[in-house]
């Protein structure tokens, strides 16, 4: 009886034993399995140098085709220049939202889905120069609220969104050098109000009515201590190679009253919502149909004409006037001079009398 308890005892401290081994088996092979996880989650791509300090994450001269698909979720700065990347999908970070800095430069990259930046909240430096890009739609950015600065210089952009929708209150460097540009619209400039360094080198300048407007705008933002780099005209022929803020104003007509189809057409062709500066024609574009009257005309011989008329009028006017008063103060003065003469004839009269008469008594004295 009492073995036969003893062993049932024991029985169950076995088991009790056992069941607290295996589960601490268990639990050793959940912490294994987590610590492998982990490390497939954390752990640094292939190709790529992780920095676990600094979360960044470097990738760059890889020979990369696209982004590395498992790249640490905390990565801060992910460094992808010098590959051949050509085309990014939509979301192409998802995995890696706390973004603040993503270089992107000396890529294949020609074209970039809308939603490409999509969820980098937090991206502040976002460059892309020394690619193929050909234009950019204002899409693009409205997921990158944060971005300061800007880089897309040393690609084929031939025209970039009218505007961007939104503000990006935030940007202080905007780099479209060695681009393919012919103008810019203010609207775009104006949706950047904190933009402290602008630079827009090496493009093809159109400096025509349009340009007129980054003109004025460049103007104010110098004065006001931004700083730019020079924008060269490339066309038309009369101001090539001449500077755009060296040309005076004067000699800018002004531009043809926007027709308003044309606008709207635009704005459905880049996506842009709003569009609170229509542009004028010039836009679906081969860029070649010349607008003539948009040209910048060195001698704007109508505008002379028009001059020559206004003065011509005017000058009768006043000429007319003067003549007017000229001729009031003459009669006024012959009349008063008239008066006058009445007046000093009457007296003069009346004091010659006496003599008359004198004269008279002499007259009449001397024949008698
Ligand atoms: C661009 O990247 C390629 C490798 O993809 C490299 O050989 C070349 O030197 C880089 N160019 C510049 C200007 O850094
Ligand atoms: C982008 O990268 C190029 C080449 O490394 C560099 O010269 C440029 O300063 C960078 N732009 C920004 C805004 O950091
Ligand atoms: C701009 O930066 C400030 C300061 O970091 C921040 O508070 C603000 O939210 C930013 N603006 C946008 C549109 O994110």
């Known amino acids: 009886m009492s073995s036969n308890a003893d062993t049932a005892y024991k029985l169950v401290l076995l088991s009790l034993s056992l069941s607290l081994s295996l589960s601490a088996v268990g639990d050793l092979l959940l912490l294994c399995g987590v610590i492998v996880l982990l490390q497939g989650v954390c752990g640094c791509p292939e190709k790529c140098r992780c920095h676990s300090s600094s979360h960044s994450v470097d990738c760059s001269q890889q020979g990369l085709a696209e982004i590395p698909s498992d790249l640490p979720p905390q990565t801060l700065t992910l460094h992808l220049q010098d590959n051949q990347i050509q085309q990014l999908p939509a979301f192409a970070f998802r995995s890696v939202p706390q973004l603040t800095t993503l270089n992107l430069c000396n890529n294949s990259l020609s074209n970039l889905a809308p939603g490409a930046f999509q969820g980098l909240h937090h991206l502040k430096v976002l460059n892309l120069t020394q690619n193929s890009l050909h234009s950019l739609e204002s899409r693009l950015f409205h997921s990158l609220p944060q971005l300061r600065e800007l880089d897309l210089s040393s690609n084929n952009i031939t025209h970039l969104p009218t505007s961007l929708g939104k503000v990006w209150e935030n940007l202080t460097v ?156 003459a009669i006024y003065g012959c009349t008063y001079a008239a008066v006058t003469a009445q007046y000093h004839g009457g007296r003069l009269a009346q004091t010659n009398e006496p003599v008359k008469m004198e004269g008279k008594e002499l007259y009449d004295s001397s024949p008698a």
């Open 174 to 329: 905007f780099a479209v050098q060695q681009n393919q540009l012919q103008q810019l619209d203010r609207a775009l400039l104006e949706s950047m109000p904190s933009v402290r360094l602008l630079f827009l080198k090496d493009n093809l300048w159109k400096c025509n009515c349009h340009l007129l407007s980054l003109k004025l705008w460049l103007e104010k933002f110098i004065y006001k201590g931004g700083i730019t780099d020079s924008v060269i005209c490339a066309s038309p022929d009369t101001w090539k190679g001449k500077e755009l803020l060296k040309i005076p104003h004067e000699l800018y007509q002004p531009c043809p009253f926007p027709s308003l189809d044309v606008g709207s057409l635009r704005g459905q062709q880049l996506g842009s919502a709003h569009q609170p500066v229509p542009k004028p024609p010039e836009s679906h574009s081969t860029g070649e149909r010349d607008h003539p009257e948009c040209e910048l005309k060195p001698k704007p011989r109508p505008a002379n004409l028009r001059h020559a008329v206004a003065t011509v009028i005017i000058t009768g006017v006043v000429c007319g006037i003067v003549c007017l008063m000229m001729l009031a103060a």
